[in-house]
């Protein structure tokens, strides 16, 4: 009973620890989200851009200066100083600061969008990543298996002619096959080492058990309709052209802001001998002076500056239009698209499956008649071939329905790691 139990336990235990290391197609995801260096690059430039909207604000807050300078008068002959603390506030600006927070708010929704664009980028990556691997280790498999077969039928062969059933001809066209069998699974080999190149690249992994993928069917659209207005909706590429072209249309307000009156307010306190070493606010007592003034400025003409800048940022605003146009057709074109290439994946899947079934019927129907002398081997050897090629066709075409639909997703803008439900915490959070 217990060697029973010990083989038992020898049987099940790799079987146990390949499927505790089977890795789905959304841990890969999880690790192109949390590792890839692109992702993380465009997260901080996001971060970062956050930044220009307290830079913006910071135009109308009041500013503390502590002020002191020395000089000398060389007809007197004496040291003359003065020192103080001033604030300085800016009362009205034309609006500019108002205008430039909200021009600085909208790139920054458009640099979020541009990072939740380059996420789904990444994840496409990191999908197309990963069924790259699954497809070169299934067609190595094949390969192998297609040479496992030619070594066995020249082997047969070899033991036909040593028995005088067989001519040296047949053996010589089995061995050719073999040998290009041979050189069909080198190739494979190095594709599957490009393939799992690329995955690193693109996860910061190494690929382990890929278990293979599966088409997101409950995320995909209904049709292609639904899928051009989801476009349309939510693309985060689209969202991002609309967020910079609103930013243009407060930045043309800024431009007009510096043809209106600005007005500044300064308040000092501080304590002076003689005549001040600095400008503004300058204290001259020998006691300790309070100073308040207020300043104000209107443009009168300005050398043609402020109007050209107007004009410019006018121009500019078309731009951002047309951009969003354009960004709109891109959008809808790529949806389009990926739902053919989906479509034609679907198709040319189940075309293969019948192929690969009619090529082993019929491989098979050429050994047995091989066999009473009614085919020859070069029949046999053809007709293995075309196993081997439909069977390659049909996990290309597998894989490529898998990536058509999350292509789709991809297109519509439905591939963000929420979307996706992933759950992984980012590189580029640890440390902060």
Known sequence: MKRILVTLVAMIAPIAMAEA????????????????PTL?????????????????????????????GIGYNSSAATNRGTFGIVL??????????TNNVEVNKARQRAAEENTRNTEQNILFEATEAYMDVVLTRRIV??????????????????????????????????????????????LAHAEAKRAQATYRQVTGDEPGNLTGGKVPVKMLPAN???????????HPALLAKRHLAEG?????????????????????????????????????????????????KVPIYQGGKAAAEVRRSKEDLEKSNFTVDVQHAEVQAKAASAWAQYQGALATASANR?????????????MAEQAIGQRTLLNVLEAQADVVK???????????TVVGGYRILSAIGRLGAKDLGLVARRADTETR
């Open 21 to 36: 290391h089977a890795e789905p197609l959304s841990s890969a995801l999880a690790k192109a989200y949390r590792n890839n």
């Open 141 to 186: 498999a094949l390969r192998k298996q297609d040479l496992d077969f030619l070594k066995e039928l020249t082997r047969s062969e070899i033991a036909r002619h040593q028995a005088g059933e067989r001519t040296r001809t047949n053996i010589a066209q089995a061995e050719a096959r073999r040998a290009a069998a041979q050189a069909e699974l080198s």
């Open 224 to 234: 292609i309709d639904k899928a051009l207005a989801i476009a349309a909706k939510q």
């Open 390 to 400: 439909a069977q390659v066709k049909l996990a290309t075409a597998e894989r490529e």
């Open 248 to 296: 243009a249309m407060f930045n043309v307000a800024v431009s007009e802001g510096k043809l209106l009156p600005t007005v500044k307010g300064a308040i000092g306190i501080g304590r002076g001998e003689g005549n001040s070493a600095i400008d503004a606010m300058a204290f001259d007592g020998s006691a300790t002076e309070q100073k308040a003034g207020i300043e104000l």
């Open 40 to 68: 993380n690059a465009a997260r901080a430039g996001a971060r970062a851009s956050a930044y220009d909207i307290d830079i913006a604000r910071s135009a109308m807050h009041p500013k503390i200066t502590w002020r002191s």
């Open 88 to 97: 300085d506030q800016t009362l009205f600006d034309g609006l500019q600061t």
């Open 354 to 366: 019948a192929a690969v079934k009619a090529a082993k019927m019929a491989k098979d129907g050429m």
